[in-house]
């Protein structure tokens, strides 16, 4: 089982920078891929950016390519996503979540444990 818990979320200004983090619990996070992903009002939850159990493969939406990194420290149990240059269209509800598996994926159906979330509105 392995729990997740995500802060870092809050009111922006367009082309502001937020950090979000995303705390786990348990001893299997530094083996486990970790994914982020958003959901807007009156939308599907869609992938924004993963990375592996190790960090050294990341992969990102086309929407923010350039713009998020995501990184995770093993020793610190967690997993972040740093966005900068915020747009409006990029408010939403932040979740991380794991495939429970080494290697990261993009379907939202093949992450099995997922965190409450954490709301991210840009302004603009």
């Known amino acids: 089982q392995v729990q997740l818990v995500e802060s870092g979320g809050g009111l922006v200004q367009a082309g502001g920078s937020l950090r979000l983090s995303c705390a786990a619990s348990?001893?299997?996070?530094?083996?486990?891929?970790m994914g982020w992903f958003r959901q807007a009002p009156g939308k599907e939850r869609e992938f924004v950016a993963a990375?592996?159990?190790?960090?050294?493969?990341?992969y990102y939406a086309n929407f923010v390519k350039g713009r998020f990194t995501i990184s995770r420290d093993n020793a610190k149990l967690t997993v972040y996503l740093q966005m900068n240059s915020l747009k409006p269209e990029d408010t939403a509800v932040y979740y991380c979540a794991t495939p429970a598996i080494a290697s990261w994926v993009v379907s939202r159906y093949e992450y099995r444990y997922w965190g409450q979330g954490t709301q991210v509105t840009v302004s603009s």
């Open positions: 348990g001893n299997t996070f530094s083996s486990y891929a």
């Open positions: 990375i592996s159990w190790n960090g050294d493969s990341t």
